[in-house]
């Protein structure tokens, strides 16, 4: 994971909008970010998450046992100045999520054109 300290990857408000399931980030230059939760939720950077992706698209026809993964956000908690972490309804915390990548991952039309399959590393 790449962490700029370029100040414009720090949000000065971050709403967790739950009627909407989105996640709503202000950045100090005046950006505004909307991220649909089951997106954040589906690329969770964890170690665990990672390895699933990857067993994932290493076949394809593998199939997954269990619930789906929770969009739903109970409690979320900054990680320093540079990150957030999300607890989701079904107990998952794991996943650090750093201010300089969901920026790079900014799906407006302006940034990315849509959501990437994954979080994007800041230059």
Not at 10 to 35: F, M, Q
Request: hydrophobic share 35%.
């Amino acid at each position: 994971m790449s962490i700029s300290s370029s100040k414009q990857h720090h949000p000065v408000d971050l709403t967790i909008n739950r009627s909407a399931s989105t996640l709503e980030i202000e950045w100090v230059d005046g950006h505004k970010s909307c991220y649909r939760l089951a997106w954040v939720r589906k690329v969770c950077p964890c170690a665990s998450c990672l390895d699933e992706r990857r067993q994932a698209e290493s076949d394809p026809l593998r199939l997954m046992s269990g619930p789906l993964p929770s969009a739903v956000v109970e409690d979320a908690e900054f990680v320093g100045n540079y990150a957030v972490r999300f607890t989701w309804a079904d107990g998952h915390a794991n996943g650090i999520y750093g201010f300089a990548n969901l920026r790079a991952s900014c799906p407006c039309s302006e940034c990315n054109q849509s959501e990437p399959d994954a979080l994007l590393s800041a230059s």
